[in-house]
């Protein structure tokens, strides 16, 4: 088999088999197949796209080239759920604590943030003492007894993945639905869930801009899962502004917590209300999503949710008492209230504006290996829509000093537009695809 007569076909419109696919991926990983090659692969995967079985051999190939998780050795339903990236984006601590508390089993791999998007474990890290890399003993075995754990990637997950990726990110190819799919899928698949729930962002601050392409990605990525024998469903959600109010490591633990306390309600909770019943359904741990919502809504009324939190932060080497008293999680020194310079409904708030803010506040990294503050970022003090008056905190930034915070006033002021006239709330969870 020769690379270039692979090309050709793929160029030409041709459908590539098995055999073709899984030379294509293994020869890469191993170096055998140069990047030119495989570059020009993949813009013609863009142009031409693939069909389901294409997509499929590709994901399973990609899978197959590294390490695949067996959780075989944790007893019940085990499920996973993935976001495409947003600005605020905390649901994991929120939502994996509140399914775990209705019984489903969470044994989840996360990844760190970069650039202006954080990443689960950097907010993990915000309890003092939290481990990231504990064995995969202790891993299944705290699954097996509080029913949850999110641990580093360890294993060499989908080696093909970062490869191919790094290449499409230098070559234009990044935005084909087929490539898209198969980097997602195979390495939740490789994570070894029964269930899989997609979480698509559409908007300004997302991958997707429009709907219609979130849904065709959604609809992909929950094709390819259900022919790979997963149970999988996807919600589309809207990405025009941050999630919840909080963007920043130790803020957005904060946010979480107070989510699981029943204390702050709207669009997070919201988000993880709908996933939460998707896992539970699809899961079957619930007869209908109306089943599921009452189970989930008195998780959180019972404290239970909350409890599952502190129990996976204690079997961390964390302390559990941390998630009922946060005084010791970071806190910035400064808190500098960006004030409203005029009155007006909020007309746009830029998330990936605020997310770049966080980022140079000190609160993500610029590169792979940069370090963090965990205490800094911006909370919102309004959301799409709400009314401010001249004078009031638009939001509060919180900073390792009165020059940062003062640095950063003009750039997260720019992410904020105002209107004179009401505006609409954009609907929040666009689409549920089951
Ligand atoms: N996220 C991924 O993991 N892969 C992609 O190709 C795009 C977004």
């Known amino acids: ?80 759920k993935h976001s495409t990236g947003g600005v605020g984006d905390k649901t994991s601590l929120v939502l994996c604590p509140m399914v775990a508390a209705c019984g489903v089993k969470i044994a989840k791999m996360s990844g760190r943030g970069l650039g202006h998007t ?15 890399s504990i064995s995969d003993e202790r891993f299944v075995e705290n699954v097996n007894r509080c029913g949850i754990s999110i641990i580093g990637q360890t294993a060499d997950i989908v080696p093909a993945d970062k490869l191919l990726y790094a290449l499409r990110d230098v070559t234009g190819t990044v935005p084909s639905i087929p490539l898209i799919v198969s980097s997602i899928m195979s390495k939740k698949l490789a994570s070894g869930a029964d269930v899989i729930v997609l979480d698509v962002k559409c908007g300004s601050g997302a991958f997707m801009k429009t709907e219609d392409e979130a849904e065709e990605l959604a609809r992909g990525l929950t094709r390819v899962g259900r022919l790979a024998g997963r149970k999988c469903a996807a919600v589309i959600t809207d990405m025009d502004q941050p999630l919840g109010n909080a963007v920043g490591n130790a803020l957005e633990v904060k946010e979480a ?18 996933i939460g019943s998707l896992i539970l359904t699809e899961g079957g741990l619930a007869e209908s999503l109306e089943d599921a919502e009452k189970m989930l809504t008195e998780a959180v009324r019972s404290g239970a949710a909350l409890k599952k939190l502190a129990e996976m932060v204690e079997a961390q080497d964390g302390c559990g008492n941390d998630v009922y008293d946060t005084s010791r999680l970071p806190q910035a020194p400064v808190q500098y209230a960006m004030k409203s310079e005029r009155a007006g ?74 209107s004179d006239s009401p505006v609409q709330r954009p609907a929040f969870i666009k689409a549920v695809l089951r």
């Open 1 to 80: 088999m020769r690379m270039t007569d692979l090309i050709a076909k793929k160029r030409d419109g041709g459908e590539l088999s098995t055999e073709e696919i899984s030379f294509m991926i293994q020869g890469y990983t191993r170096g055998e197949i140069p990047d030119y090659q495989m570059s020009a692969m993949c813009m013609a995967i863009l142009f031409r796209g693939m069909c389901d079985r294409e997509i499929l051999d590709l994901t399973m190939s990609m899978m197959h080239s590294g390490d695949v998780m067996d959780l075989s050795a944790i007893e019940g339903i085990k499920a996973d």
């Open 118 to 132: 954080g990443g689960t474990l950097d907010k993990l890290e915000s309890f003092p003492g939290f481990n990231i």
């Open 257 to 274: 917590i107070a989510v699981l306390k029943g204390e702050e309600k709207g669009d997070l909770l919201d988000l993880c209300m709908s």
């Open 345 to 418: 409904y909020i007309s746009r708030i830029d998330a990936e504006g605020v997310g770049l803010v966080s980022m140079h506040l000190g609160g993500g990294r610029i590169t792979k290996d940069s370090g963090i503050d965990l205490s800094v970022g911006v909370l919102l003090n309004k959301k799409l829509g709400d009314y401010v008056e001249a004078g009031e905190t638009l939001a509060i930034i919180h900073a390792a000093s009165e020059e940062s915070a003062k640095q950063q006033e003009e750039s997260l002021r720019a992410c904020f537009n105002l």
